[in-house]
């Protein structure tokens, strides 16, 4: 069974930075691709990044130049690095993957920005 685990999240003002991290752990074979999505309150969820096996990445739009999202093959963990956060970058931030072919997604940690 595989499993995601997300950290980092918390309140912070505008203009802050938050570091989010999410370890993959279990019995995992492949990992082709590793992101962040989002979900704020009364809204959908949302792409907010993604990394593939060849590092290439994908930003949402609201994000470009705030947000670097890196991983770590040998941790099997992805990061997404918050930069100038502003207060609608407020909601659920869940990590996901594509593991043994398989989707998987994290319990989900909050991140709260206050103007």
């Known amino acids: 069974q595989v499993q995601l685990v997300e950290s980092g999240g918390g309140l912070v003002q505008a203009g802050g930075s938050l570091r989010l991290s999410c370890a993959a752990s279990g019995s995992i074979f492949s990992i082709i691709g590793m992101g962040w999505y989002r979900q704020a309150p009364g809204k959908q969820r949302e792409l907010v990044a993604r990394?593939?096996?060849?590092?290439?990445?994908n930003y949402a739009d609201s994000v470009k130049g705030r947000f670097t999202i890196s991983r770590d093959n040998a941790k099997n963990t992805v990061y997404l690095q918050m930069n100038s956060l502003k207060p609608e970058d407020t909601g659920v931030y869940y990590c996901n993957a594509f593991i043994n072919l398989r989707q998987s997604w994290g319990q989900g940690t909050q991140v709260t920005v206050s103007s």
């Open positions: 990394i593939l096996n060849d590092d290439s990445t």
